[in-house]
């Protein structure tokens, strides 16, 4: 490929396959300088995480996980995608909190690594979300304010 431009786009590059370059530059005339030292590149998808810890509470979940890759065989993810229930999160961190959920519910999460070369492996990890005992206490709260009210009239009776 010859080109007068300082960068090229190469089309159709093979998923995980290994290409080498060497640029040679070329000036006005037409004489060629030295050239670069041999550039190896795979153009792969990034590698799937690892879920590294997770934190789960009533109503909601925090996850952290790491990259799970060879840097010469994937190439680092760009953002990622986390799903659960029916929130999607696109972000560049690794780790993600999820709020709004329901106590006392498993829900699936699930994580895909992206790179400008397509979505890697997608990795899920279930979870059950705590049990809340706020509307039982608040029960047991307002049955205790009834019989004390009961009380103080059946007193003044």
Known sequence: MISNESSATIPS?????NYSFIIIPIDTIGREGPPSSLIQYIWNVPAQVNISWDQISTDSITIWWNIN???????PPVH???????????????NV?????????EY???IKPVNAIGE????????????????SLSF????????KDHLMLSQVD
């Open 97 to 105: 909190t999820i709020n709004g959920l329901y106590p006392n519910n």
């Open 120 to 135: 890697g492996l997608l990795i899920n990890i279930t979870v059950l979300t705590g049990m809340c005992i706020c509307h």
């Open 80 to 94: 990622y995608i986390v799903s659960v229930h029916n929130i999607t999160i696109n972000t560049t961190d690794t």
């Open 140 to 147: 047991i709260f307002l049955q205790l304010q009834l019989l």
């Open 69 to 75: 890759e060879d840097v010469t065989l994937h190439y």
């Open 108 to 110: 699936t999460v699930y």
């Open 13 to 17: 590059l093979i998923i995980g396959t």
